[in-house]
């Protein structure tokens, strides 16, 4: 357990840094950082909403195990309507937050030794992440399988909508690659919740707030950290003015 604090203390409406937020990132207000601003919070979030809607229509079609979900939605019959429709919605907002976020998501030499620190090394305590920046290499990592996943997604959801126009073989395999990519993405989705929420705590005021503490940033990701007082990523500098006006 780190004995820095990372969590957030009460906020005031008209707050500063939510402000800053809404439209920059990688800016430094006050004891805040801003690191996800509204459009990238919204991209994430109707990212989530609509897989999580799209998996609670689907897994009763998948399996009679399931079955009792379907009454979440008025029965069976609104299942089958609506999710691939979620589907298509669910790829289309996941085309859109990866142009957004892919420029901060190129892997490179310190997310391998991200990665190798953490099969070599037992525990925290003899890691060095001095060279994490926004992201470290399992974020990044998590970034390319859900996007390859939606790859999994989209081509056999559309065969499995209309059948009619493929030969058996292909159907099978259809349903094949869509149960696959189902299976590999609910399992990291709960890994990736534990991360973001309880395991990290801070972590989730990122998506809400658009926030993290100067401890949370310096703790997780310190060469952001450093880079974000550098002033090296801000894109626009944010006037007084901007930040007073909501
Ligand atoms: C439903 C509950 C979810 C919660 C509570 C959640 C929470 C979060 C949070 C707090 C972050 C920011 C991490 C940071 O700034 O370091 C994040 C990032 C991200 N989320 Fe989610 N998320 C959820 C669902 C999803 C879903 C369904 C997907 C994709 C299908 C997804 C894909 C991502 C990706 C690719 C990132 C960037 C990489 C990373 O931080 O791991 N999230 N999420």
Redesign the pocket.
């Known amino acids: 357990m780190s004995s820095v604090t990372t969590t957030h203390g009460p906020h005031l409406p008209g707050d500063p840094a939510v402000i800053v937020a809404r439209r920059y990132e990688d800016v430094v207000v006050g004891n805040e950082i801003s690191?996800?601003n509204l459009l990238s919070r919204l991209s994430?979030w109707a990212?989530?909403?609509t897989?999580?809607l799209a998996m609670l229509t689907g897994m009763p079609i998948w399996t009679p195990v399931f079955g009792w979900m379907a009454y979440l939605f008025g029965g069976l019959t609104v299942c089958r309507l609506l999710h691939p429709w979620l589907g298509v919605a669910?790829v289309l907002f996941?085309i859109e937050?990866f142009f957004q976020?892919v420029s901060d998501?190129q892997m490179a030499e310190p997310d391998v030794d991200w990665f190798r620190q953490r099969a070599t090394k037992k525990g925290r305590a003899g890691v060095d992440d001095s060279r994490v920046g926004k992201?470290n290499g399992?974020?990044?990592l998590?970034?390319w399988a859900?996007s390859l996943?939606c790859l999994g997604f989209l081509p056999s959801g559309l065969v499995m909508w209309f059948p009619e126009y493929v030969s058996p073989i292909v159907r099978q395999l259809a349903y094949l690659l869509h149960d696959f990519t189902f299976i590999c993405?609910g399992a990291s989705?709960v890994i990736?919740?534990f991360?973001?929420?309880a395991a990290e705590p801070g972590?989730?005021v990122?998506?809400s707030r658009g926030t993290?503490t100067r401890a949370w940033a310096r703790l997780?990701?310190p060469r952001w950290y450093q880079d974000v007082l550098a002033g090296a990523r801000s894109r626009e500098v944010v006037k007084d003015e901007q930040v007073r006006k909501p």
């Open positions: 690191r996800h994430h990212v989530a909403i897989f999580v669910f996941s937050r976020w998501m992201y399992g974020q990044k998590y970034f859900v996943g993405f989705l990736h919740i991360l973001s929420t972590t989730f990122s998506m993290v997780h990701h």
